[in-house]
């Protein structure tokens, strides 16, 4: 018996052959962990002076206020659009565009949420070391998830999503 034959009978290998869902359970473990490592890394860092906590604190609050603000009226928005999706299109299709919009506001209540946690211990660790540059850990684990994701590929989104819209009105102009 050699190996690749003890691989492809292997118990856990046929699970992810046979099921989607095993590949599905082992990427969202492995990005809850990987996520909780990092929150919790930037979580033990010194969050500062008293005052800087005191500022760090206003700004949580008022970021806290100003999402709970959009959320509510993004959720009466998705509401809405899910329903005529769901009489318009097909009922799971209302369900999966509600589940997509749960998801992607949970992103963004996270994300807000270590960005305000993180900011105050960046700001220390720039008043400590002097330099706003440098090797900050808290600043570079921060940036390298949100950084080319976040804003850099915005402008190519955004492009495709025009050129995508181009060539279908082009297509229509020219089947009519």
């Known amino acids: ?10 118990i ?5 052959e046979n099921s989607m869902w095993g590949m599905v359970t ?50 009466a928005i998705a509401f809405v659009i899910a329903l005529l999706l769901g009489i318009l299109v097909s009922w799971y299709t209302g369900v999966a565009f509600l589940l997509g919009a ?3 506001g949970s992103a963004g209540w996270v ?28 600043r570079f684990s921060r940036g390298k998830r949100n950084g080319p994701f976040g804003g850099r590929l915005c402008p190519v989104r955004f ?3 025009v050129w995508s819209i181009r060539i279908y009105v082009r297509a229509s102009d020219r089947s009519s």
């Open 159 to 161: 492009g495709s999503s």
């Open 102 to 104: 749960v998801m992607s």
């Open 111 to 138: 994300g807000m949420k270590i960005a305000t946690i993180a900011n105050v211990r960046v700001s220390n660790t720039a008043r400590l070391t002097l330099s706003m540059g440098g090797d900050s850990p808290c």
């Open 12 to 16: 856990f290998i046929q699970f992810l």
């Open 1 to 10: 018996m050699n190996l690749w034959y003890f691989c492809n009978n292997c």
């Open 26 to 75: 082992i990427a969202v473990t492995g990005a809850l962990g990987f996520a909780f490592i990092n929150f919790y890394a930037v979580k033990r860092r010194d969050s500062g002076t008293p005052q800087m906590q005191e500022i760090a604190q206003a700004i949580q609050e008022g970021a806290d206020a100003f999402i709970r603000h959009e959320y509510r009226i993004i959720a």
